[in-house]
């Protein structure tokens, strides 16, 4: 027998997204997509990419509108990514997870092994139908420049359209904000589309006033980070024994695993 002639079986896991509400089959990683996603973390412009390609490849069943890579970008926003990663590090190590967290109360570092399927893990869906979340939008008002956004909720492709700018401009977590959520900018009745021309929209955020900074970040905390995975985990210091609540983030948990 040859070694091409090996059939493996994968693990995987069936996930449903938070948001778009896209049914996905994942196997695991295998030994390459680790590689390769190790090899992301040289350059971290690229990381968002690199696992996005990866977490594609991994799909073995996916809703049949979604027949390409850049139809998956397109149709998949960051929570339903967060949901995918779950899934795919599900399929890959199990449910086991080893979190560290620096106490409240007495600064000590202390780690717990942890089970995510029996407490803690929860996922808020969005109650309407398969991909509808997608068409909606949200108007903000900035009221000291009198300027409206239209903002929609951040899609995969989006990210990867601002991250093709950052070898020009510097982005900030400040200005990220802007660039994933902001689809079109109204004045005087008239809509500019700004996701198409990211390097203008930059320089136009950095003359907004300052009190219209926060405007857009309180608006996206409080209307649209409701459907979400999360993960919270209550442990008692291993030094003090006070209780903290931990709040698992699957990116970085994902990272650190590999
Ligand atoms: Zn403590």
Redo the contacts with the bound molecule.
């Keep these: 027998m040859l070694l091409d002639e090996i059939v493996i079986t994968y693990p995987n896991y069936e996930i449903k997204t938070c948001q778009t509400l896209a049914e996905y089959s994942l196997r695991s990683l295998t030994v390459n997509d680790e590689l390769n996603l190790k090899s992301s973390a040289i350059n971290p412009n690229n990381a968002a990419k690199l696992l996005n390609k990866v977490l594609y490849n991994c799909i073995i069943k996916k809703p049949e509108e979604i027949d390409s890579y850049e139809k998956w970008i397109s149709m998949t926003t960051f929570q339903d990514r967060q949901a995918m990663i779950y899934g795919l590090y599900h399929a890959t190590y199990g449910d086991e997870y080893t979190v560290s967290n620096v106490?409240?109360?007495?600064?000590?570092l202390?780690s717990y092994k942890i089970k995510l399927s029996s407490k803690g893990f929860t996922i808020d869906y969005y109650p309407k139908d398969k991909f509808e979340i997608l068409k909606e939008s949200f108007e903000v008002l900035l009221p000291v420049s009198n300027i409206k956004f239209i903002i929609k909720y951040p899609t995969l492709d989006k990210e990867e359209n601002v991250l093709k700018i950052n070898d020009n401009v510097n982005i900030t977590d400040d200005l990220e904000i802007y660039l994933f959520y902001v689809d079109s900018v109204i004045y005087n009745n008239e809509t500019i589309d700004v996701k198409n021309d990211l390097l203008n929209f930059v320089n136009f955020i950095k003359t907004l006033p300052s009190g219209d900074k926060k405007i857009l970040n309180k608006f996206i905390m409080d209307n649209m980070l409701k459907y979400k995975v999360e993960a919270t985990y209550k442990a008692n210091?291993?030094?003090?024994?006070?209780t903290?609540t931990i709040n698992i983030d699957f990116v970085t948990q994902f990272f650190r695993s590999l």
């Design positions: 106490c409240s109360e007495c600064d000590k202390s210091c291993k030094s003090c024994g006070a903290n």
